[in-house]
Nanobody, 124 residues
Framework: VQLQASGGGLVQAGGSLRLSCAASGRTFSSSVMGWFRQAPGKEREFVAAIRGSPNTTYYADSVKGRFTISRDNAKNTMYLQMNSLKPEDTAVYYC??????????????????WGQGTLVTVSS
């Protein structure tokens, strides 16, 4: 499976962005998919994840209520709608996937597939 993240950019605090992650391969609909981010000088951290079926979602406390993860299996695409963005959301955002349903969703090492990352910059 190959993943391609897009949609990053520069936005003012309080603004919104929608990230997309396009996946190749026939196993997308059953895969656990997630978003992670890495800010300069910091470790990669979990942002959100969504299971294949049912599409249960999970969020880091820092983004809960502001970000929404979703997927369109017909398009083999996952999304991250980011609202009320803050300067501390500035990071490179990576999409990730795993063919295994029962993984520790917030732990990056459990994901097998990774996109190349897309930069989100939130100005104050």
């Amino acid at each position: 499976v190959q993943l391609q993240a897009s949609g990053g950019g520069l936005v003012q605090a309080g603004g919104s962005l929608r990230l997309s992650c396009a996946a190749s391969g026939r196993t997308f609909s059953s895969s656990v998919m997630g978003w992670f981010r890495q800010a300069p000088g910091k470790e990669r951290e979990f942002v959100a994840a969504i299971r294949g079926s049912p599409n249960t979602t999970y969020y880091a406390d820092s983004v809960k209520g502001r970000f929404t993860i979703s997927r369109d299996n017909a398009k083999n695409t996952m999304y991250l709608q980011m609202n009320s963005l803050k300067p501390e959301d500035t990071a490179v955002y990576y999409c990730a996937g795993s063919p295994h349903a029962y993984i520790r969703l917030s732990v990056s090492s459990y994901y097998s597939y990774w996109g190349q990352g897309t930069l989100v910059t939130v100005s104050s």
